[in-house]
């Protein structure tokens, strides 16, 4: 039965380490406006087709990643943005954010792991 179970992770495990042929990556580094790493930054991934937006923070080195990620072959699919921490508008209870800096828009193609760095551009 441990065997099973061992043989049934490791297949798993292998099935996960492939880049998937028809899915792309994105990864990148989250910058301050003075070029040094931005650690715990929240970034936005938008996807402009579907005017859908992912948001993950980035790690204690300013690193982030995207994965599983729709193909785009047009260069405009894809944005990334820099957010502001959450803060309450006063009187709405309503937390909201700000987009501090905007990467420009790049293509994602099958297989691919794109790097991507984004930078806020307001102090």
Do not use: W
């Not at 292998?14 to 970034?43: E, K, N």
């Not at 936005?44 to 859908?52: E, F, I, N, P, S």
């Not at 937390?95 to 102090?123: H, M, N, W, Y």
Request: aromatic share 6%; charged share 20%.
């Amino acid at each position: 039965m441990i065997r099973l179970v061992l043989t049934a992770l490791l297949v798993t495990l292998a099935f996960d380490a492939q880049a998937s042929p028809d899915t792309c990556r994105i990864t990148g580094t989250a910058y301050d406006y003075t070029g040094h790493p931005l650690p715990a930054a929240v970034i936005g991934l938008m996807d402009r087709q579907t005017k859908q937006t992912t948001y993950r923070a980035a790690d204690a080195n300013a690193a982030f990643a995207f994965a599983d990620l729709p193909v785009d072959i047009s260069g405009q699919r894809y944005r990334l943005d820099v957010v502001s921490p959450a803060i309450e508008v006063t009187g709405s209870h309503i937390p909201t954010r700000s987009i501090l800096g905007i990467a420009p828009a790049f293509a994602c193609g099958a297989g691919q792991r794109v790097r991507a760095d984004v930078k806020v551009e307001v102090r």
